[in-house]
Protein backbone atom coordinates (compact mmCIF):
# COMPACT_ATOMS: atom_id res chain seq x y z
CA UNK A 1 0.00 0.00 0.00
CA UNK A 2 1.32 3.37 -0.96
CA UNK A 3 2.61 5.43 1.93
CA UNK A 4 0.26 8.75 2.21
CA UNK A 5 2.43 11.61 2.93
CA UNK A 6 1.87 13.44 6.00
CA UNK A 7 5.56 15.52 6.12
CA UNK A 8 5.03 18.86 4.59
CA UNK A 9 4.79 18.79 0.83
CA UNK A 10 4.45 22.18 -0.37
CA UNK A 11 6.72 24.99 -1.62
CA UNK A 12 4.45 27.95 -0.65
CA UNK A 13 1.65 26.85 1.96
CA UNK A 14 0.77 30.47 2.34
CA UNK A 15 0.24 31.03 -1.78
CA UNK A 16 -1.58 27.52 -1.92
CA UNK A 17 -3.96 28.34 1.08
CA UNK A 18 -4.99 31.80 0.19
CA UNK A 19 -5.96 30.03 -3.32
CA UNK A 20 -7.83 27.38 -1.97
CA UNK A 21 -9.85 29.96 0.21
CA UNK A 22 -10.23 32.54 -2.47
CA UNK A 23 -11.71 29.53 -4.34
CA UNK A 24 -14.89 29.92 -2.23
CA UNK A 25 -14.52 33.69 -1.26
CA UNK A 26 -18.03 35.25 -1.39
CA UNK A 27 -19.90 32.42 -2.36
CA UNK A 28 -22.71 31.49 -0.85
CA UNK A 29 -22.75 27.83 1.00
CA UNK A 30 -24.63 26.22 -2.20
CA UNK A 31 -21.87 27.73 -4.63
CA UNK A 32 -18.92 27.53 -2.40
CA UNK A 33 -20.07 23.16 -2.17
CA UNK A 34 -20.13 23.08 -5.70
CA UNK A 35 -16.49 24.57 -6.47
CA UNK A 36 -15.15 22.59 -3.73
CA UNK A 37 -16.77 19.26 -5.06
CA UNK A 38 -14.90 20.14 -8.07
CA UNK A 39 -11.90 20.61 -6.90
CA UNK A 40 -11.99 17.37 -4.78
CA UNK A 41 -12.71 15.07 -7.82
CA UNK A 42 -10.04 17.11 -9.92
CA UNK A 43 -7.32 16.27 -7.13
CA UNK A 44 -8.91 12.84 -6.71
CA UNK A 45 -8.14 11.95 -10.34
CA UNK A 46 -4.85 13.85 -10.31
CA UNK A 47 -3.63 11.31 -7.30
CA UNK A 48 -5.53 8.43 -9.39
CA UNK A 49 -4.14 5.99 -6.58
CA UNK A 50 -7.62 4.75 -4.90
CA UNK A 51 -5.82 3.32 -1.72
CA UNK A 52 -4.07 6.57 -1.40
CA UNK A 53 -6.67 8.24 -1.61
CA UNK A 54 -8.95 6.25 0.58
CA UNK A 55 -6.73 6.76 3.36
CA UNK A 56 -6.72 10.36 3.00
CA UNK A 57 -10.82 10.63 2.97
CA UNK A 58 -9.99 8.12 6.52
CA UNK A 59 -7.89 10.64 8.07
CA UNK A 60 -9.92 13.45 7.03
CA UNK A 61 -12.58 11.57 8.53
CA UNK A 62 -10.88 10.68 11.65
CA UNK A 63 -9.55 14.20 12.46
CA UNK A 64 -13.30 14.93 12.19
CA UNK A 65 -14.31 12.43 14.65
CA UNK A 66 -12.07 13.65 17.34
CA UNK A 67 -12.71 16.96 16.64
CA UNK A 68 -16.17 16.13 17.68
CA UNK A 69 -15.02 14.66 21.01
CA UNK A 70 -12.94 17.40 22.03
CA UNK A 71 -16.25 18.78 21.77
CA UNK A 72 -18.38 16.37 23.06
CA UNK A 73 -15.33 16.85 26.60
CA UNK A 74 -15.52 20.35 26.96
CA UNK A 75 -19.27 20.24 26.95
CA UNK A 76 -19.13 18.48 30.81
CA UNK B 1 -51.23 -3.44 -0.60
CA UNK B 2 -53.61 -3.11 -4.72
CA UNK B 3 -56.85 -4.79 -4.56
CA UNK B 4 -57.21 -7.75 -6.81
CA UNK B 5 -59.49 -5.16 -9.00
CA UNK B 6 -56.66 -3.01 -10.11
CA UNK B 7 -54.31 -5.72 -11.45
CA UNK B 8 -54.06 -5.55 -15.01
CA UNK B 9 -54.96 -8.90 -17.11
CA UNK B 10 -52.78 -9.94 -20.22
CA UNK B 11 -53.90 -13.32 -20.21
CA UNK B 12 -56.45 -14.89 -18.69
CA UNK B 13 -55.24 -18.69 -17.48
CA UNK B 14 -58.49 -19.93 -15.68
CA UNK B 15 -58.80 -21.11 -12.51
CA UNK B 16 -57.48 -24.36 -11.99
CA UNK B 17 -59.62 -26.83 -10.33
CA UNK B 18 -59.24 -28.29 -6.38
CA UNK B 19 -56.97 -31.14 -5.93
CA UNK B 20 -59.07 -34.61 -5.39
CA UNK B 21 -57.64 -34.95 -2.50
CA UNK B 22 -57.26 -32.78 0.52
CA UNK B 23 -54.15 -34.21 1.52
CA UNK B 24 -51.25 -34.60 -1.20
CA UNK B 25 -47.48 -35.38 -0.98
CA UNK B 26 -44.71 -34.33 -3.29
CA UNK B 27 -41.03 -33.46 -4.23
CA UNK B 28 -41.50 -30.04 -5.36
CA UNK B 29 -44.00 -26.85 -4.41
CA UNK B 30 -42.86 -23.65 -5.86
CA UNK B 31 -44.85 -20.80 -4.62
CA UNK B 32 -45.37 -17.91 -7.51
CA UNK B 33 -45.66 -17.98 -11.33
CA UNK B 34 -43.35 -15.34 -12.00
CA UNK B 35 -40.61 -15.49 -14.20
CA UNK B 36 -38.47 -16.43 -11.26
CA UNK B 37 -40.61 -19.59 -10.25
CA UNK B 38 -41.71 -20.47 -13.94
CA UNK B 39 -37.97 -20.32 -14.76
CA UNK B 40 -37.33 -22.86 -11.59
CA UNK B 41 -40.01 -24.84 -12.67
CA UNK B 42 -38.51 -25.50 -16.44
CA UNK B 43 -35.14 -26.10 -15.26
CA UNK B 44 -36.30 -28.85 -12.50
CA UNK B 45 -38.56 -30.48 -14.85
CA UNK B 46 -36.04 -30.60 -17.96
CA UNK B 47 -33.67 -32.66 -15.54
CA UNK B 48 -37.07 -34.65 -14.81
CA UNK B 49 -37.83 -33.92 -11.76
CA UNK B 50 -41.91 -33.69 -10.64
CA UNK B 51 -42.86 -29.79 -10.09
CA UNK B 52 -46.17 -27.97 -9.00
CA UNK B 53 -46.32 -24.13 -8.75
CA UNK B 54 -49.27 -22.37 -7.30
CA UNK B 55 -50.06 -19.05 -7.78
CA UNK B 56 -52.39 -16.24 -6.61
CA UNK B 57 -53.50 -14.97 -8.98
CA UNK B 58 -55.54 -17.15 -12.13
CA UNK B 59 -54.15 -14.88 -14.95
CA UNK B 60 -50.66 -13.31 -16.22
CA UNK B 61 -51.14 -9.84 -15.21
CA UNK B 62 -49.75 -7.06 -17.13
CA UNK B 63 -49.02 -3.73 -16.22
CA UNK B 64 -45.13 -1.88 -15.57
CA UNK B 65 -42.92 -4.75 -14.58
CA UNK B 66 -39.37 -6.04 -15.15
CA UNK B 67 -38.86 -5.00 -18.94
CA UNK B 68 -34.48 -5.17 -19.13
CA UNK B 69 -33.00 -8.74 -19.22
CA UNK B 70 -29.47 -9.15 -19.15
CA UNK B 71 -27.22 -11.35 -21.40
CA UNK B 72 -26.75 -13.88 -18.15
CA UNK B 73 -30.62 -14.47 -17.89
CA UNK B 74 -30.42 -14.55 -22.15
CA UNK B 75 -27.97 -17.66 -21.37
CA UNK B 76 -30.01 -19.12 -18.96
CA UNK B 77 -32.97 -19.39 -21.06
CA UNK B 78 -30.60 -20.07 -24.03
CA UNK B 79 -29.93 -23.36 -21.92
CA UNK B 80 -33.09 -23.49 -20.85
CA UNK B 81 -34.26 -23.89 -24.97
CA UNK B 82 -36.51 -20.20 -24.36
CA UNK B 83 -33.39 -18.09 -25.23
CA UNK B 84 -34.28 -17.57 -29.24
CA UNK B 85 -38.19 -17.37 -28.36
CA UNK B 86 -37.31 -14.26 -25.38
CA UNK B 87 -34.63 -12.53 -27.98
CA UNK B 88 -37.13 -13.02 -30.97
CA UNK B 89 -39.94 -11.37 -29.42
CA UNK B 90 -37.51 -8.78 -27.51
CA UNK B 91 -35.93 -5.31 -28.61
CA UNK B 92 -31.88 -5.78 -28.44
CA UNK B 93 -29.74 -2.90 -27.28
CA UNK B 94 -26.79 -2.64 -25.97
CA UNK B 95 -25.74 1.06 -25.62
CA UNK B 96 -26.81 3.59 -22.56
CA UNK B 97 -26.55 7.39 -22.91
CA UNK B 98 -26.41 9.74 -20.17
CA UNK B 99 -27.88 13.39 -21.26
CA UNK B 100 -27.24 16.37 -18.65
CA UNK B 101 -29.77 19.52 -18.34
CA UNK B 102 -30.63 20.86 -21.84
CA UNK B 103 -27.49 19.82 -23.78
CA UNK B 104 -28.37 17.84 -26.55
CA UNK B 105 -25.05 15.64 -26.77
CA UNK B 106 -25.08 12.96 -24.37
CA UNK B 107 -22.41 13.62 -21.68
CA UNK B 108 -21.36 9.70 -21.11
CA UNK B 109 -22.53 6.81 -23.57
CA UNK B 110 -21.75 3.01 -22.80
CA UNK B 111 -21.54 -0.31 -24.10
CA UNK B 112 -23.20 -3.12 -22.31
CA UNK B 113 -21.25 -5.89 -24.39
CA UNK B 114 -17.53 -4.91 -24.50
CA UNK B 115 -16.71 -8.32 -25.34
CA UNK B 116 -18.34 -9.23 -29.01
CA UNK B 117 -18.49 -12.57 -30.99
CA UNK B 118 -21.26 -13.98 -28.18
CA UNK B 119 -24.35 -15.47 -29.17
CA UNK B 120 -26.86 -13.57 -26.80
CA UNK B 121 -27.05 -9.64 -27.09
CA UNK B 122 -26.13 -7.40 -24.10
CA UNK B 123 -29.46 -6.93 -23.29
CA UNK B 124 -33.09 -7.17 -24.50
CA UNK B 125 -36.05 -5.56 -23.55
CA UNK B 126 -39.59 -7.45 -23.29
CA UNK B 127 -42.69 -6.77 -20.81
CA UNK B 128 -42.48 -9.24 -18.10
CA UNK B 129 -45.66 -10.86 -19.69
CA UNK B 130 -44.27 -11.71 -22.84
CA UNK B 131 -41.45 -13.60 -20.46
CA UNK B 132 -44.24 -15.28 -18.22
CA UNK B 133 -46.08 -16.46 -21.46
CA UNK B 134 -43.04 -18.12 -23.37
CA UNK B 135 -42.37 -19.69 -19.83
CA UNK B 136 -46.23 -20.91 -19.51
CA UNK B 137 -45.72 -22.08 -22.98
CA UNK B 138 -42.45 -23.67 -22.58
CA UNK B 139 -43.56 -25.50 -19.48
CA UNK B 140 -47.16 -27.02 -21.49
CA UNK B 141 -44.59 -29.15 -22.99
CA UNK B 142 -44.54 -31.14 -19.75
CA UNK B 143 -46.11 -33.64 -18.33
CA UNK B 144 -44.31 -33.60 -15.32
CA UNK B 145 -45.33 -29.65 -14.29
CA UNK B 146 -48.35 -29.04 -12.83
CA UNK B 147 -49.50 -25.44 -12.65
CA UNK B 148 -52.40 -24.26 -10.15
CA UNK B 149 -53.76 -20.62 -11.60
CA UNK B 150 -55.68 -18.93 -8.33
CA UNK B 151 -54.24 -21.16 -5.89
CA UNK B 152 -53.12 -19.53 -2.41
CA UNK B 153 -50.97 -20.27 0.34
CA UNK B 154 -52.76 -19.85 3.82
CA UNK B 155 -50.31 -21.06 6.14
CA UNK B 156 -46.98 -23.28 6.13
CA UNK B 157 -45.92 -25.33 9.00
CA UNK B 158 -42.00 -26.21 8.57
CA UNK B 159 -40.48 -29.01 9.54
CA UNK B 160 -37.22 -30.98 9.64
CA UNK B 161 -37.58 -32.92 6.50
CA UNK B 162 -40.23 -30.84 4.51
CA UNK B 163 -43.22 -28.15 5.21
CA UNK B 164 -47.25 -28.47 5.47
CA UNK B 165 -48.47 -26.20 3.21
CA UNK B 166 -52.06 -25.13 3.35
CA UNK B 167 -53.54 -23.74 0.23
CA UNK B 168 -56.76 -22.26 -0.78
CA UNK B 169 -58.62 -22.07 -4.28
CA UNK B 170 -62.31 -20.61 -4.47
CA UNK B 171 -64.07 -22.15 -1.36
CA UNK B 172 -61.91 -25.25 -1.67
CA UNK B 173 -58.75 -25.66 1.22
CA UNK B 174 -56.10 -28.91 1.18
CA UNK B 175 -52.81 -29.45 2.47
CA UNK B 176 -49.49 -29.86 0.48
CA UNK B 177 -46.90 -32.16 2.14
CA UNK B 178 -43.59 -30.73 -0.16
CA UNK B 179 -39.98 -32.38 0.91
CA UNK B 180 -38.73 -28.90 -0.96
CA UNK B 181 -40.90 -25.42 -0.97
CA UNK B 182 -39.25 -22.86 -3.51
CA UNK B 183 -40.68 -19.46 -2.38
CA UNK B 184 -40.79 -17.35 -5.39
CA UNK B 185 -44.10 -15.27 -4.22
CA UNK B 186 -42.15 -11.69 -4.82
CA UNK B 187 -41.76 -8.69 -2.64
CA UNK B 188 -44.50 -9.37 -0.20
CA UNK B 189 -43.93 -12.95 -0.02
CA UNK B 190 -46.62 -14.47 1.65
CA UNK B 191 -44.34 -17.60 2.73
CA UNK B 192 -41.69 -15.26 4.25
CA UNK B 193 -44.58 -13.05 6.41
CA UNK B 194 -46.31 -16.17 7.42
CA UNK B 195 -42.79 -17.89 8.60
CA UNK B 196 -42.75 -14.25 10.40
CA UNK B 197 -38.64 -13.82 9.11
CA UNK B 198 -36.94 -10.83 8.59
CA UNK B 199 -36.60 -8.64 5.52
CA UNK B 200 -34.04 -5.93 6.23
CA UNK B 201 -32.60 -2.79 4.40
CA UNK B 202 -33.05 0.63 3.24
CA UNK B 203 -36.53 2.34 1.97
CA UNK B 204 -35.81 5.44 -0.63
CA UNK B 205 -37.24 8.34 0.53
CA UNK B 206 -38.34 9.20 -3.29
CA UNK B 207 -41.05 8.48 -5.82
CA UNK B 208 -40.74 7.34 -9.81
CA UNK B 209 -43.44 8.11 -11.95
CA UNK B 210 -43.38 4.90 -14.54
CA UNK B 211 -45.71 5.88 -17.78
CA UNK B 212 -45.66 3.12 -20.25
CA UNK B 213 -47.26 4.37 -23.61
CA UNK B 214 -47.64 3.48 -27.01
CA UNK B 215 -46.77 4.96 -29.65
CA UNK B 216 -44.89 4.81 -33.18
CA UNK B 217 -42.09 6.28 -34.30
CA UNK B 218 -38.50 6.18 -35.13
CA UNK B 219 -36.21 6.38 -32.04
CA UNK B 220 -33.05 4.29 -31.49
CA UNK B 221 -33.59 1.29 -29.26
CA UNK B 222 -31.27 2.59 -26.34
CA UNK B 223 -31.33 3.50 -23.36
CA UNK B 224 -31.18 7.47 -22.75
CA UNK B 225 -31.60 8.45 -18.70
CA UNK B 226 -31.81 12.35 -18.30
CA UNK B 227 -30.03 14.48 -14.86
CA UNK B 228 -32.05 17.23 -14.43
CA UNK B 229 -33.79 17.63 -17.73
CA UNK B 230 -35.42 20.67 -18.87
CA UNK B 231 -38.46 18.86 -18.97
CA UNK B 232 -38.25 17.55 -15.19
CA UNK B 233 -36.11 20.17 -14.00
CA UNK B 234 -34.01 19.46 -10.65
CA UNK B 235 -34.79 15.48 -11.13
CA UNK B 236 -34.04 13.06 -13.38
CA UNK B 237 -35.58 10.84 -16.29
CA UNK B 238 -35.32 7.85 -19.15
CA UNK B 239 -36.29 6.42 -21.67
CA UNK B 240 -36.57 3.26 -22.91
CA UNK B 241 -38.07 0.69 -25.88
CA UNK B 242 -40.24 -2.31 -25.33
CA UNK B 243 -41.81 -4.29 -28.31
CA UNK B 244 -44.91 -3.55 -29.95
CA UNK B 245 -44.44 -0.04 -29.95
CA UNK B 246 -44.60 0.35 -26.51
CA UNK B 247 -42.13 2.76 -24.68
CA UNK B 248 -40.89 2.93 -20.92
CA UNK B 249 -41.20 6.61 -19.48
CA UNK B 250 -39.94 7.44 -16.23
CA UNK B 251 -39.90 10.42 -14.12
CA UNK B 252 -38.39 11.03 -10.88
CA UNK B 253 -40.86 13.09 -9.02
CA UNK B 254 -38.99 13.54 -5.89
CA UNK B 255 -40.58 12.41 -1.81
CA UNK B 256 -43.43 15.01 -0.72
CA UNK B 257 -46.18 14.16 -3.48
CA UNK B 258 -49.34 13.02 -3.39
CA UNK B 259 -49.14 9.42 -5.41
CA UNK B 260 -53.10 9.29 -6.38
CA UNK B 261 -52.86 12.59 -8.05
CA UNK B 262 -49.76 12.03 -9.61
CA UNK B 263 -50.60 9.08 -11.65
CA UNK B 264 -53.80 10.33 -12.90
CA UNK B 265 -53.61 10.49 -16.62
CA UNK B 266 -54.32 14.71 -16.39
CA UNK B 267 -51.40 14.69 -14.38
CA UNK B 268 -49.17 11.82 -15.98
CA UNK B 269 -49.49 13.19 -19.70
CA UNK B 270 -48.10 17.01 -19.60
CA UNK B 271 -44.68 14.69 -18.72
CA UNK B 272 -45.08 12.71 -21.61
CA UNK B 273 -45.53 15.38 -23.84
CA UNK B 274 -42.94 18.20 -22.17
CA UNK B 275 -40.47 15.02 -23.04
CA UNK B 276 -41.35 14.26 -26.27
CA UNK B 277 -43.13 16.93 -27.87
CA UNK B 278 -46.31 18.84 -27.56
CA UNK B 279 -47.57 16.88 -30.28
CA UNK B 280 -46.44 13.64 -29.83
CA UNK B 281 -49.52 10.82 -30.65
CA UNK B 282 -49.71 7.99 -27.67
CA UNK B 283 -51.72 5.83 -25.97
CA UNK B 284 -51.66 5.05 -22.16
CA UNK B 285 -50.49 1.40 -21.42
CA UNK B 286 -50.50 1.64 -17.58
CA UNK B 287 -49.16 4.46 -15.43
CA UNK B 288 -47.75 4.05 -12.24
CA UNK B 289 -45.98 5.31 -9.53
CA UNK B 290 -42.93 3.38 -7.78
CA UNK B 291 -40.82 4.00 -4.35
CA UNK B 292 -37.72 1.89 -4.07
CA UNK B 293 -36.23 -0.21 -1.43
CA UNK B 294 -33.23 -2.08 -1.21
CA UNK B 295 -33.28 -5.23 1.15
CA UNK B 296 -32.97 -9.07 1.66
CA UNK B 297 -33.55 -12.10 3.89
CA UNK B 298 -30.52 -12.88 6.39
CA UNK B 299 -30.72 -16.44 5.15
CA UNK B 300 -32.37 -17.37 1.88
CA UNK B 301 -32.88 -21.30 2.80
CA UNK B 302 -34.89 -22.13 6.19
CA UNK B 303 -34.62 -25.67 6.34
CA UNK B 304 -36.68 -27.32 3.64
CA UNK B 305 -38.27 -23.62 2.49
CA UNK B 306 -35.72 -22.00 0.22
CA UNK B 307 -36.37 -18.57 -1.40
CA UNK B 308 -35.40 -17.33 -4.41
CA UNK B 309 -36.49 -13.43 -6.59
CA UNK B 310 -37.77 -10.74 -4.62
CA UNK B 311 -39.18 -13.00 -1.98
CA UNK B 312 -35.82 -12.83 -0.89
CA UNK B 313 -34.16 -9.56 -2.05
CA UNK B 314 -35.23 -6.15 -3.52
CA UNK B 315 -32.98 -3.64 -5.15
CA UNK B 316 -33.94 0.03 -7.36
CA UNK B 317 -34.70 -0.62 -11.06
CA UNK B 318 -31.87 1.04 -12.11
CA UNK B 319 -29.51 -1.62 -13.12
CA UNK B 320 -31.98 -3.88 -14.07
CA UNK B 321 -30.97 -6.24 -11.35
CA UNK B 322 -34.17 -7.04 -9.71
CA UNK B 323 -35.32 -9.61 -12.04
CA UNK B 324 -32.34 -10.94 -13.22
CA UNK B 325 -31.03 -11.42 -10.55
CA UNK B 326 -34.00 -13.65 -9.47
CA UNK B 327 -32.94 -15.76 -12.39
CA UNK B 328 -29.57 -15.81 -11.32
CA UNK B 329 -31.12 -17.43 -8.17
CA UNK B 330 -33.17 -20.03 -10.13
CA UNK B 331 -30.15 -21.04 -12.52
CA UNK B 332 -27.95 -21.54 -9.05
CA UNK B 333 -30.45 -23.56 -7.15
CA UNK B 334 -32.00 -25.89 -9.74
CA UNK B 335 -28.84 -28.28 -10.46
CA UNK B 336 -28.07 -28.44 -6.97
CA UNK B 337 -31.83 -29.25 -5.43
CA UNK B 338 -31.87 -31.82 -8.72
CA UNK B 339 -28.58 -33.38 -7.12
CA UNK B 340 -30.00 -33.89 -3.91
CA UNK B 341 -33.78 -34.75 -5.53
CA UNK B 342 -31.91 -38.07 -7.23
CA UNK B 343 -29.47 -38.85 -4.21
CA UNK B 344 -26.33 -37.58 -6.21
CA UNK B 345 -25.52 -34.73 -3.86
CA UNK B 346 -26.20 -33.81 -0.08
CA UNK B 347 -29.38 -31.95 1.19
CA UNK B 348 -26.15 -29.08 2.56
CA UNK B 349 -25.28 -28.40 -0.92
CA UNK B 350 -28.34 -26.13 -0.54
CA UNK B 351 -26.17 -23.79 1.89
CA UNK B 352 -23.85 -23.34 -1.11
CA UNK B 353 -27.20 -21.31 -2.70
CA UNK B 354 -27.42 -19.65 0.33
CA UNK B 355 -23.86 -18.28 -0.42
CA UNK B 356 -23.89 -17.67 -3.26
CA UNK B 357 -27.57 -16.37 -4.30
CA UNK B 358 -26.46 -13.91 -1.10
CA UNK B 359 -23.25 -13.08 -2.73
CA UNK B 360 -25.44 -12.08 -6.05
CA UNK B 361 -27.88 -10.29 -3.97
CA UNK B 362 -25.20 -8.09 -2.24
CA UNK B 363 -23.76 -7.16 -5.26
CA UNK B 364 -26.88 -5.74 -6.91
CA UNK B 365 -28.05 -4.29 -3.42
CA UNK B 366 -24.18 -2.40 -3.46
CA UNK B 367 -24.36 -1.09 -6.99
CA UNK B 368 -28.44 -0.33 -7.05
CA UNK B 369 -27.82 1.57 -3.77
CA UNK B 370 -25.35 3.60 -5.58
CA UNK B 371 -27.02 4.60 -8.06
CA UNK B 372 -29.96 5.80 -6.15
CA UNK B 373 -27.90 7.56 -4.44
CA UNK B 374 -26.32 9.23 -7.20
CA UNK B 375 -29.82 10.08 -8.63
CA UNK B 376 -31.07 11.31 -4.89
CA UNK B 377 -28.27 12.63 -2.86
CA UNK B 378 -29.63 13.38 0.48
CA UNK B 379 -27.86 16.12 1.61
CA UNK B 380 -26.53 19.53 0.09
CA UNK B 381 -23.04 18.50 -0.06
CA UNK B 382 -24.01 14.76 -1.85
CA UNK B 383 -25.95 16.98 -4.09
CA UNK B 384 -22.75 19.46 -4.98
CA UNK B 385 -20.73 16.48 -5.27
CA UNK B 386 -22.91 14.82 -7.69
CA UNK B 387 -23.09 17.95 -9.96
CA UNK B 388 -20.05 18.50 -9.96
CA UNK B 389 -19.48 14.90 -11.73
CA UNK B 390 -22.05 15.48 -14.40
CA UNK B 391 -20.37 19.40 -14.88
CA UNK B 392 -17.10 18.03 -15.19
CA UNK B 393 -18.31 15.03 -17.36
CA UNK B 394 -19.55 17.02 -19.44
CA UNK B 395 -16.44 18.82 -20.29
CA UNK B 396 -13.33 16.03 -19.04
CA UNK B 397 -13.43 12.46 -19.58
CA UNK B 398 -12.18 11.84 -16.49
CA UNK B 399 -14.98 11.89 -14.94
CA UNK B 400 -17.83 10.04 -17.24
CA UNK B 401 -16.99 6.93 -15.78
CA UNK B 402 -18.63 8.13 -12.53
CA UNK B 403 -21.82 9.20 -13.72
CA UNK B 404 -23.62 6.55 -12.13
CA UNK B 405 -27.07 6.53 -14.06
CA UNK B 406 -27.38 2.74 -13.22
CA UNK B 407 -24.92 -0.21 -13.37
CA UNK B 408 -26.74 -2.17 -15.15
CA UNK B 409 -27.33 -5.85 -14.59
CA UNK B 410 -23.85 -8.47 -14.84
CA UNK B 411 -23.03 -11.70 -14.57
CA UNK B 412 -21.62 -12.10 -11.07
CA UNK B 413 -19.09 -13.46 -9.83
CA UNK B 414 -18.67 -15.87 -6.99
CA UNK B 415 -15.37 -14.96 -5.68
CA UNK B 416 -15.65 -16.91 -2.77
CA UNK B 417 -17.28 -19.92 -3.18
CA UNK B 418 -17.53 -23.24 -0.72
CA UNK B 419 -17.92 -24.76 -4.55
CA UNK B 420 -14.70 -23.53 -6.08
CA UNK B 421 -11.25 -25.26 -6.14
CA UNK B 422 -9.00 -22.85 -5.93
CA UNK B 423 -5.91 -22.22 -9.33
CA UNK B 424 -2.55 -24.63 -8.21
CA UNK B 425 -0.96 -22.59 -11.07
CA UNK B 426 -0.34 -18.56 -9.93
CA UNK B 427 0.17 -17.34 -14.28
CA UNK B 428 -3.81 -17.49 -15.14
CA UNK B 429 -5.27 -14.68 -16.68
CA UNK B 430 -8.94 -15.70 -18.20
CA UNK B 431 -12.05 -17.03 -16.21
CA UNK B 432 -11.20 -17.20 -12.36
CA UNK B 433 -13.39 -20.51 -10.32
CA UNK B 434 -16.71 -18.75 -9.80
CA UNK B 435 -16.98 -16.68 -12.72
CA UNK B 436 -19.60 -17.39 -15.37
CA UNK B 437 -18.09 -19.05 -18.31
CA UNK B 438 -17.61 -17.07 -21.28
CA UNK B 439 -19.16 -17.37 -24.52
CA UNK B 440 -17.84 -17.54 -27.83
CA UNK B 441 -17.88 -19.23 -31.30
CA UNK B 442 -17.13 -22.86 -31.69
CA UNK B 443 -17.62 -25.44 -34.27
CA UNK B 444 -20.04 -22.74 -36.29
CA UNK B 445 -22.31 -22.48 -32.97
CA UNK B 446 -21.89 -20.90 -29.83
CA UNK B 447 -20.04 -22.54 -26.57
CA UNK B 448 -22.38 -22.07 -24.67
CA UNK B 449 -24.90 -24.11 -26.53
CA UNK B 450 -22.60 -27.05 -26.19
CA UNK B 451 -21.70 -26.97 -22.65
CA UNK B 452 -24.93 -28.52 -21.61
CA UNK B 453 -26.65 -28.97 -18.32
CA UNK B 454 -24.20 -31.41 -16.73
CA UNK B 455 -20.80 -30.84 -15.37
CA UNK B 456 -18.43 -30.72 -18.53
CA UNK B 457 -14.76 -29.85 -19.51
CA UNK B 458 -12.89 -27.47 -21.46
CA UNK B 459 -10.33 -28.56 -22.94
CA UNK B 460 -7.53 -27.97 -25.24
CA UNK B 461 -6.09 -30.92 -27.15
CA UNK B 462 -6.15 -33.50 -24.36
CA UNK B 463 -9.32 -35.48 -23.61
CA UNK B 464 -10.64 -36.90 -20.07
CA UNK B 465 -12.62 -39.44 -18.83
CA UNK B 466 -16.41 -39.59 -16.89
CA UNK B 467 -17.75 -36.19 -18.28
CA UNK B 468 -18.16 -34.72 -21.12
CA UNK B 469 -15.76 -32.97 -22.85
CA UNK B 470 -15.63 -30.22 -25.11
CA UNK B 471 -12.14 -29.30 -27.07
CA UNK B 472 -11.72 -25.61 -27.59
CA UNK B 473 -8.90 -26.11 -29.48
CA UNK B 474 -10.38 -24.83 -32.41
CA UNK B 475 -11.42 -21.65 -31.40
CA UNK B 476 -8.66 -19.28 -30.93
CA UNK B 477 -10.98 -16.76 -29.52
CA UNK B 478 -12.08 -19.16 -27.31
CA UNK B 479 -8.70 -20.22 -25.84
CA UNK B 480 -7.95 -16.58 -25.72
CA UNK B 481 -10.96 -15.66 -23.64
CA UNK B 482 -10.22 -19.14 -21.60
CA UNK B 483 -6.41 -18.31 -21.57
CA UNK B 484 -6.72 -21.88 -22.02
CA UNK B 485 -2.90 -23.29 -23.03
CA UNK B 486 -2.24 -26.96 -24.59
CA UNK B 487 -3.34 -29.45 -22.15
CA UNK B 488 -4.67 -26.92 -19.59
CA UNK B 489 -8.42 -27.91 -18.68
CA UNK B 490 -11.45 -26.20 -17.00
CA UNK B 491 -14.40 -27.76 -15.01
CA UNK B 492 -17.58 -26.14 -15.67
CA UNK B 493 -20.66 -26.51 -13.33
CA UNK B 494 -24.08 -27.61 -14.53
CA UNK B 495 -24.58 -23.63 -14.03
CA UNK B 496 -21.78 -22.63 -16.40
CA UNK B 497 -19.38 -21.51 -13.60
CA UNK B 498 -15.84 -22.28 -13.50
CA UNK B 499 -15.39 -24.71 -10.75
CA UNK B 500 -11.93 -25.16 -11.01
CA UNK B 501 -9.05 -25.32 -14.03
CA UNK B 502 -5.87 -26.48 -14.24
CA UNK B 503 -2.51 -26.05 -16.52
CA UNK B 504 -1.83 -29.39 -16.12
CA UNK B 505 -4.95 -31.32 -14.85
CA UNK B 506 -5.34 -34.86 -13.98
CA UNK B 507 -7.99 -37.10 -13.76
CA UNK B 508 -7.78 -37.55 -9.94
CA UNK B 509 -7.70 -33.44 -9.90
CA UNK B 510 -10.65 -33.41 -11.75
CA UNK B 511 -12.63 -35.93 -10.06
CA UNK B 512 -11.75 -34.04 -6.87
CA UNK B 513 -13.47 -30.44 -8.23
CA UNK B 514 -16.23 -32.05 -9.59
CA UNK B 515 -16.61 -34.08 -5.98
CA UNK B 516 -16.22 -30.40 -4.05
CA UNK B 517 -18.65 -28.39 -7.02
CA UNK B 518 -21.32 -31.25 -5.44
CA UNK B 519 -20.89 -30.42 -2.10
CA UNK B 520 -19.65 -34.30 -1.55
CA UNK B 521 -16.46 -32.43 0.05
CA UNK B 522 -15.78 -29.69 1.90
Redesign the interface.
Known sequence: MSRIKLEPNIDRPDDLYAQIVGLTSGLD??HA??R???L???LA?QIGDVDVITQLIRLAAQRDELGQKLADSEAF | MKKESQVPVWRAMGSTPAPATAREAMPVLIVGAGPVGLTIALDLAQRGNRVTIVNRLDFVSAGSKAICFAKRSLDIWGRLGVGAAIVGKGVVWETGKVFWGDKPEPIYQFDLLPVKNQKMPAFVNIQQYHVESILIDALACYDNVDIRWGHSVRDIEVGETGATVHVATGEAEYFVDADWVIACDGARSTVRTTMGLDFEGRVFEDNFLIADIKMTGDRPSERWFWFDPPFNPGQSALLHKQPDDVWRLDFQLGWGIDREEAMKPENVEPYVRAMLGQDVVFEREWYSIYTFQCRRMTRFVHGPVIFAGDAAHLVSPFGARGCNGGIADADNLCWKLDLVLRGAGPTTLLESYNVEAIATADENILHSSRSTDFMSPKD??A???R???L??ASRYP??RP?VNSGRLSTAVNYAVSPLSTADEDGDWAGLSPGMPALDGPLDGGWLLDQVGTEFALLTNGIEYQGMKNLDLSVSPILCERFDLSPGAAYLIRPDQIVAGRWRHPDQNKIEAARQRASGLVS
Open positions: ETFAQARILLN | APTALDAVELFAM
